[in-house]
């Protein structure tokens, strides 16, 4: 494969660009409508769903210019490339969604102390075309979804942005015929939990991501056991796994062989632990250190 064939199949197409900005398009023109409808119908949870489409506006435009750094091939100053581009991405997107659920809470507590009445017809119109355009969305960003892990969590926000826009429309049917008023900042603290909840498990991840955790469902101890059955092995340490986003994982680790052996053996040993960590644990390109008599033919810590 040529660099330019390597390039061209990371590069989204212009087909998944258009959908991308359209959708982008899309929620900030519904994000419009709804500040305007909040505003003429007094509805909070109108203006809450509003800033909840603008973030989620914002976040699509950020996943997708992190999705084009990210697919630049490394060079002399970034050997590892840049895909961390898109875990930088999430972890400014989460941490926004943050602060304006909070604020929304601040404003929910207002409205509970003096509930305001509401114009439910406007109301129930913006409502309508809310729940249309995001459904609109959805079925825009559906083809990323499927293709790329930092798109698929866009999507799921845009998901939940329908499901927020049905909330309103319940809640604008239950003011109009038993003016219930206390509904509305209930619906925005609703809003707002999903809203918390979703960015502190993208900021939570992002956040471990960037520490180079080992990823949750790797085990030290497991690799090192498995690796260890090969006969010629006698330990495994020094081990380090990170990760350098979603999907690409990260491998350094010292082998310590039982016996003096010519490097053209010692290069089989070090195929067979390769073929371990890629088809056990999905770990490709380790980096691997191979010793003979380490800490005096003991296991090391």
């Not at 435009?61 to 992190?66: G, R």
């Not at 929304?104 to 507590?109: H, V």
Request: aromatic share 8%; glycine share 4%.
């Amino acid at each position: 494969m040529t660099i330019a064939d390597h390039r061209h199949h990371h590069n989204p197409d212009n087909q998944s660009n258009k959908r991308i900005i359209s959708t982008i398009i899309l929620k900030l023109f519904i994000c419009v409508v709804e500040i305007i409808g909040g505003l003429l119908s007094g509805s909070l949870s109108l203006l809450a769903d509003a800033m909840h489409n603008f973030t989620d506006g914002v976040a699509v435009l950020i996943s997708f210019l992190a999705r084009k750094i990210g697919r630049r091939s490394p060079d002399e100053k970034m050997t590892f490339g840049y895909r961390r581009a898109e875990i930088l991405a999430a972890l400014l997107n989460s941490s926004v969604i943050i602060a304006i659920s909070l604020s929304l809470f601040k404003e929910a507590y207002f409205r509970f102390r003096s509930p305001q009445e509401i114009l439910v017809p406007s109301m129930l119109v913006v409502g309508v075309f809310g729940f249309l355009a995001d459904l609109l969305s959805v079925y825009l960003l559906h083809p990323e979804a499927r293709q790329d892990m930092n798109m698929r969590a866009a999507y799921l926000h845009l998901l939940g942005d329908a499901l927020s826009s049905i909330g309103i429309i319940i809640a604008g049917i239950i003011i109009y015929f038993s003016n219930f008023y206390i509904i509305d900042p209930i619906l925005t603290v609703a809003i707002a939990l999903f809203i918390l909840t979703q960015g502190y498990q993208i900021l939570r991840q992002s956040t471990l991501i960037l520490m180079e955790r080992v990823p949750a469902h790797l085990n030290t101890e497991d690799i090192q056991k498995k690796v260890e059955t090969i006969p010629e092995i006698s330990s495994l340490h020094h081990v380090h796994i990170w990760q350098i986003d979603e999907d690409k994982f990260l491998f350094e680790g010292h082998i310590t062989l039982n016996r003096d052996m010519k490097v053209s053996e010692a290069d089989e040993i070090r195929k067979k632990v390769e073929e371990i960590l890629s088809g056990d644990f999905n770990i490709h390109h380790p980096h691997l250190q191979l010793e003979f008599s380490y800490c005096n033919n003991q296991k090391c810590e």
